[in-house]
């Protein structure tokens, strides 16, 4: 069985950093490519960040390039999610996800609130 479990949200100032994890498990972690996505209230979920099943390659959305970083560690198969310089507008729950057969699987996620 598939299991996603995200940590590391919170409350942070503008200007600040967090860094999400996603414990993933169910799954040969290391053969997938996985995803990091958020959802600000009242928006459609966007992707944010991504990373290849080796960590040789990643993708971020424009709006986060040069302060988001996404890593992974295939020997505690975790991905992670470094954000710098956050924003109020990134206000937003953190979902990680990985697609299996053509399924999406996605964790509960993790709340971000960026507020003075």
């Known amino acids: 069985q598939v299991r996603l479990v995200e940590s590391g949200g919170g409350l942070v100032q503008p200007g600040g950093s967090l860094r999400l994890s996603c414990a993933a498990s169910?799954?040969?972690?290391?053969?997938?490519?996985m995803r990091w996505y958020r959802q600000a209230p009242g928006k459609e979920r966007e992707l944010v960040a991504s990373i290849t099943s080796a960590g040789d390659n990643t993708n971020y959305a424009d709006s986060v390039k040069g302060r988001f970083t996404i890593s992974r560690d295939n020997v505690k198969n975790t991905v992670y999610l470094q954000m710098n310089s956050l924003k109020p507008e990134e206000t937003a729950v953190y979902y990680c996800n990985v697609v299996l057969r053509g399924q999406s699987h996605w964790g509960q996620g993790t709340q971000v609130t960026v507020s003075s």
């Open positions: 169910g799954f040969i972690f290391s053969a997938y490519t």
